[in-house]
């Protein structure tokens, strides 16, 4: 850019000097005039050649910069070729087995009062919890179906598991069976009246298809049981079976076997049992045969479904397996 600059500097006095020198030329009478015309005249000249020069060093230069300019390009396509030459020359990488790992634990469901570690053969193994976290909150406390307080569930569940496992540390093998009934420290709660037991099925019924067609509202069913609603909706007198059968299949969890443990009531027995005293009785009645787990067959006859709505249930649930 200076030299562009210069040079149109130059050019501008070799025009401002032009014509002066054409002005002088014009008036030049005498020999003083003449000299004075002839020296403008060597400047000019010297001025000219000195824009030449110029012109050839701009020229010179802008060269320099292109070449300079393609030797970059080149440099960098060089460059990058190496690169991939480098890449496809490598040898492909085979990770060693040691930096392969997955989680043996990661689709491990182990239960309450039990944890999957990790064996030395890296294997996933679900044992014991070792301890619980202390807890001094008064509304951790749990009752069991033993009507005794335990300060967490996690205690009690650990208990369970330690029994299971006849461990040393089980405190009494009647723990091997044992399971929360409520919330909260155990207290004095009436006794189920005959009538009150004859007429539960009804009012669990109710309400349990009051609960179904709110998570129908939601949004919160899946589009399975959604269908099982809105049908119900329509025939009112397949609510009760449809809402019977309906907690069943989802209290029938861990595993989907087609059978309901004692421990897989808990959601339905724990926030009703102080309001619902007679829930106890209830779900131990639906035991027929004491094996601590309750069928669909078993689960039908204790809510008084009749024999040929007992044979349709099964081919309600979803996502079983045998």
């Given at each position: 850019?200076?030299?562009?600059?210069?040079?149109?500097?130059?050019?501008?006095?070799?025009?401002?000097?032009?014509?002066?020198?054409?002005?002088?030329?014009?008036?030049?009478?005498?020999?003083?005039?003449?000299?004075?015309?002839?020296?403008?005249?060597?400047?000019?000249?010297?001025?000219?050649?000195?824009?030449?020069?110029?012109?050839?060093?701009?020229?010179?230069?802008?060269?320099?910069?292109?070449?300079?300019?393609?030797?970059?390009?080149v440099e960098e396509e060089e460059e990058s070729s190496d690169e991939e030459n480098e890449m496809l020359d490598a040898p492909e990488y085979i990770p060693d087995e040691t930096e392969i790992y997955a989680d043996p634990c990661a689709e491990m469901y182990c239960g309450a009062?039990?944890?999957?570690?990790?064996?030395?053969?890296?294997?996933?193994?679900?044992?014991?919890?070792?301890?619980?976290?202390?807890?001094?909150?008064?509304?951790?406390?749990?009752?069991?179906?033993?009507?005794?307080?335990?300060?967490?569930?996690?205690?009690?569940?650990?208990?369970?598991?330690?029994?299971?496992?006849?461990?040393?540390?089980?405190?009494?093998?009647?723990?091997?069976?044992?399971?929360?009934?409520?919330?909260?420290?155990?207290?004095?709660?009436?006794?189920?009246?005959?009538?009150?037991?004859?007429?539960?099925?009804?009012?669990?019924?109710?309400?349990?298809?009051?609960?179904?067609?709110?998570?129908?509202?939601?949004?919160?069913?899946?589009?399975?049981?959604?269908?099982?609603?809105?049908?119900?909706?329509?025939?009112?007198?397949?609510?009760?079976?449809?809402?019977?059968?309906?907690?069943?299949?989802?209290?029938?969890?861990?595993?989907?076997?087609?059978?309901?443990?004692?421990?897989?009531?808990?959601?339905?027995?724990?926030?009703?049992?102080?309001?619902?005293?007679?829930?106890?009785?209830?779900?131990?009645?639906?035991?027929?045969?004491?094996?601590?787990?309750?069928?669909?067959?078993?689960?039908?006859?204790?809510?008084?479904?009749?024999?040929?709505?007992?044979?349709?249930?099964?081919?309600?649930?979803?996502?079983?397996?045998?």
């Amino acid at each position: 850019m200076k030299g562009w600059t210069l040079a149109l500097l130059l050019l501008a006095a070799l025009a401002l000097t032009s014509a002066t020198s054409k002005k002088l030329t014009k008036k030049a009478y005498s020999d003083s005039d003449k000299k004075h015309v002839a020296e403008m005249q060597r400047k000019l000249d010297q001025l000219i050649e000195l824009e030449a020069e110029l012109e050839s060093e701009i020229a010179a230069a802008e060269n320099d910069d292109e070449n300079a300019a393609d030797n970059e390009v080149v440099e960098e396509e060089e460059e990058s070729s190496d690169e991939e030459n480098e890449m496809l020359d490598a040898p492909e990488y085979i990770p060693d087995e040691t930096e392969i790992y997955a989680d043996p634990c990661a689709e491990m469901y182990c239960g309450a009062g039990r944890i999957c570690v990790v064996t030395d053969e890296g294997e996933g193994e679900c044992r014991c919890v070792n301890n619980c976290d202390v807890e001094e909150d008064p509304r951790r406390r749990v009752c069991s179906n033993h009507n005794e307080t335990w300060m967490s569930d996690c205690e009690l569940y650990r208990q369970r598991c330690l029994c299971e496992e006849e461990d040393a540390s089980c405190l009494n093998l009647k723990y091997k069976h044992v399971h929360i009934d409520y919330f909260g420290e155990c207290q004095a709660v009436p006794e189920c009246e005959e009538d009150e037991l004859e007429d539960f099925p009804r009012r669990l019924s109710e309400w349990l298809f009051n609960v179904m067609r709110d998570m129908a509202d939601r949004q919160t069913l899946s589009d399975h049981y959604v269908r099982l609603e809105r049908e119900a909706e329509e025939h009112p007198e397949k609510q009760w079976p449809y809402a019977v059968v309906w907690k069943w299949c989802q209290l029938d969890s861990h595993p989907k076997d087609r059978a309901v443990s004692r421990h897989e009531l808990f959601p339905v027995r724990a926030p009703l049992y102080t309001l619902e005293h007679c829930i106890g009785h209830f779900l131990d009645s639906c035991d027929g045969n004491n094996d601590h787990s309750i069928t669909i067959r078993e689960w039908a006859k204790c809510t008084k479904l009749s024999e040929d709505q007992i044979d349709q249930l099964e081919d309600l649930c979803e996502d079983i397996t045998e």
